[in-house]
């Protein structure tokens, strides 16, 4: 079984490029800390990961995530072998995305943006096998299904 599940921030803006039949795809990466910090200098390593992402997918990419924002992607790992400009074989891994969620809301990114950092929470996605929800970029989930609650009492809602 080929499956992979992946957290983490944009490294950059996705670039959303067509094939020659038109087909839209765009690449970008995520940088995923690890689960663990290293004994050797106390810091937690964060690995680069190339994600590639084809039709519909690419398009809800390009048009809604940036860098910076936190992603989660589910997709499959694909090792490719590719020849540079000085003729040598390279072989490069990544990530053919199947899914791309949104794993931050849209205030709490925007808080963090005028704070500097960063904040998490919140939900949406689009992907390639399942089917739309009304329209081709609408999450399955009105923002109106929810109500905030303004004071913590500490009992939950349910």
Known sequence: MNQIVLMGRLTRDPELRHTQSGTPVASFS????RGYVSKDNGERQTDFIDIVAWRATAEFVSKYFTKGQMAAVTGRLQIRDWTDKDGNKRRSAEVIADNVYFTESKRS????????GAASGGSG???ESKPSYGSEYSSPVAPSDFAELDEDDGDLPF
């Open 30 to 33: 995520l940088a995923v800390d």
């Open 109 to 116: 990114r925007e808080a963090a943006l005028a704070a500097g």
């Open 125 to 127: 996605s689009y992907s």
